[in-house]
């Protein structure tokens, strides 16, 4: 009786996520299925398939309207991810070393700094950024991006990696001091392998957060030449009238496959990095 209890539970817990799954991806299966559609077929159109399948939306949607195709928005879009990320990593984890494994006058008041400016809402930045940007003549660039993750400006990854490497024993860096090894070897050929799936889910989050951010690329970049997958699906609704929806859904959902790719592939890493981080509490 009891075993049967447990399997009528567990089927009752499997449905339950399947539904809440289902619920979560049903709008990526919108999004592909409306690419397919017409204008009056998605605003009067109750059904989830179209009528027909036709892959002009696809087609129209990535050579887009001006001088430039989805391709250069997507190497842009890369131009400004892939670099973000690697910096953010790096700067990260040096960061967080530091405080994790040294103690240095100030050291408690430094970190207490660090981790007030997580309370900063980042729309009271956004000027004084702007204006700093404007001085260094980065607008138009995106230095804006690159040279905040050079700097380990990003407080809430360097919290995650501080958080990592206390749960690392420090034995390991004195063994590794007793072999000769210094303080930056210690962390690149000691702790960077045991660091892997804490800088996977840094790498998850300023990915998703670079890549779908859209209030800064429009504050700091100018050049439609320049400009990211983010603003370039914005800019499907200004040079018409009237929007063709199935265009900006099939552009949409391109834009969004390469995140999900890379979540999937990942989430091994991303669960280990959150699970032993000492963010579960």
Known sequence: MREKKKKLGRIFAFLLVLAFGLCMVYPLIWMFFAAFKTNKEIYTGTGLLPESFDPAGFIKGWISTGQYNFADYFINTLIMVVPTVALTVISSTLVAYGFARFRFRGHKVLFMLMMS???VPSSVLIIPRYLLYRDLHWLDSYMPFWATAALGCYPFFIYQE???????????????????????????????PVLKPSLMSVCIFQTIWTWNDFMNPLIYINSVSKYPLSLALRLGLDVA????????????????????VMFFCLQKYFVEGIATSGLKG
């Open 162 to 192: 501080v958080q990592f490497l206390r749960g690392i024993p420090a034995e390991l860096d004195e063994a590794a001091k007793i072999d000769g090894c210094g303080s930056f070897r210690t962390l690149v050929l000691i702790l960077g």
């Open 241 to 260: 009238s009237t929007a063709e929806w199935n265009q900006i859904m099939a552009m949409a959902f391109l834009s969004i496959i390469p995140l999900v």
């Open 117 to 119: 400016t997580l309370m």
